[in-house]
Structure formats: structure tokens, C-alpha cells
């Protein structure tokens, strides 16, 4: 029996693979910048040398590098290239997960914090929401619904539903929970939804959990929840 393999499944291994590089030369620059190999202000080597170190083209490369950006820990310099930036207790603080622990480690265990908390307040929040937190909630559907027709990052968007909607289940703890884990929330969404499918995925869930919540149906909102981070947890490369 003859076994063919479609472009989309060949595109969607490559992406894997991808995403297991850059993860991993973050980690290796992460280590770096922690034992002092790299000091504040000091040029990292180009991308095409990082590419030669690592032995990868020059894809995960930038990716490294964009992510590393956006934790703020390098800075593109004009005319030089990409330097440490200072880091300061607050930076440590509020990036703990790239200082100490594996990413790739960090992202799965934060969908498994995730299912815990989310999937609760779903359903408390189908039970418990307010007219006040439906509109809240809509505007973070409209918003992700905006960009996602400009094809534009719905990071800020997803981050604004999950927060309404966990601010809907009315659990004082919830609250400050969700909020310890702002940052890396968003480190995860920038390796999340990367691409226009993973956006349009998000979409599609985002609404059903809507659904689920304004109906006041808890256990479709629980099982919607369930499904959604599962299903965006599914993205990560697995530990090795």
C-alpha cells in the first residue's frame, strides 16, 4: 500500500522541528546570560555566526532572537546588531522563566496550571457573569476578530478574553493568580499563535467558550475550555 504524505503534513513537521530549535537556542543563551558568558551591553555574534555555532539556517535563529527581544532581554542596537540588555531584579522578577527554567518546561507546565484554573472558572463563569462581563468579553472577541481579518498577532486579544472571562467567575484567588502569571502568559502566546491557522483555532474556540458562558451553560463552557488549551498546549514541542 503506497503512503503519501500531504504538503500541509510535511509543513506542519517542518514547523515542529522549527519551533524545537529556537527553543532550544533560547535555552542555550538563556544559559549564557545566567553564568555571566554574556554581560550587559555586550554584541551577541550575528545571525549567521549563531546559525554556524548551532548548525541551523538562519530561521530559528531569528526566532531565538525575537523572543529574546520580547522578553526583554536583548536589544537591537542600530548599526551593531542584537546586545544584552541590563537585567535588573524587576526584569528577574517578572522573567523568571527565561532566567531559570527550561522554556519548553515552562510552557508545559503552564498548560497544566492552566486546565486547573481556567476550566473552573469557566464554568463559574457561566454560572456567576454579569451583563458587564459578557460585554467584556464580546469586545475581546470583536478585537481578536479584527486581526485576525488584517491577519495581525491576536496575542494582546486571547490575553483580554482569558482574563474577562476568569474575571467573570467572581474567585477573588483566580484573580490574583491569573495575574502572577501575566508575563508568561504572554511568552506563551507569542509561541502559540504564530501562524494565521493557530489565530483562526483560537478564534473558533474563544466563541464557543463564549457561547457556553453567555448561555450559562457551565459544564459546554468547561468542556470548551478543556478543549482549547489542549488543543493549544498540543503546539509545544514535547520534552525530550
Do not use: C
Not at 522573567?95 to 496550571?113: K, N
Amino acid at each position: 500500500m503506497a503512503i503519501t504524505v500531504s504538503r500541509q503534513q510535511l509543513l506542519d513537521k517542518s514547523n515542529k522541528a522549527a519551533d524545537a530549535l529556537y527553543a532550544q537556542i533560547v535555552g542555550r543563551i538563556r544559559q549564557w546570560v545566567r553564568e555571566g558568558k554574556l554581560k550587559e551591553d555586550e554584541l551577541l555574534p550575528s545571525e549567521r555566526e549563531l546559525a554556524a555555532v548551532f548548525n541551523v539556517s538562519r530561521v530559528p535563529v531569528r526566532e531565538a532572537l525575537k523572543t529574546l527581544e520580547f522578553l526583554g532581554v536583548v536589544q537591537r542596537v542600530r548599526g551593531k546588531g542584537v546586545a544584552v540588555k541590563r537585567v535588573t531584579i524587576n526584569h528577574v522578577l517578572s522573567h523568571i522563566e527565561f532566567l531559570l527554567v527550561d522554556p519548553l518546561s515552562t510552557l508545559q507546565d503552564l498548560f497544566e496550571v492552566r486546565e486547573a484554573l481556567e476550566v473552573q472558572a469557566a464554568g463559574l463563569a457561566a454560572i456567576r457573569r454579569t451583563n458587564k462581563d459578557i460585554e467584556e468579553m464580546d469586545g475581546a472577541l470583536i478585537e481578536t476578530e479584527l486581526h485576525v481579518l488584517h491577519n495581525r498577532q491576536i496575542n494582546d486579544a486571547s490575553l483580554r478574553f482569558h482574563t474577562a472571562l476568569i474575571t467573570a467567575a467572581h474567585n477573588s484567588v483566580s484573580l490574583k493568580i491569573n495575574e502572577s502569571l501575566l508575563e508568561i502568559s504572554r511568552y506563551s502566546r507569542q509561541a502559540t499563535l504564530k501562524s494565521r491557522a493557530q489565530r483562526m483555532a483560537s478564534l473558533r474556540a474563544h466563541r464557543r467558550i463564549f457561547d457556553a458562558v453567555r448561555d450559562q451553560d457551565a459544564e459546554t463552557a468547561k468542556v470548551a475550555m478543556m478543549d482549547h488549551l489542549r488543543e493549544v498546549g498540543s503546539t509545544i514541542p514535547k520534552r525530550s
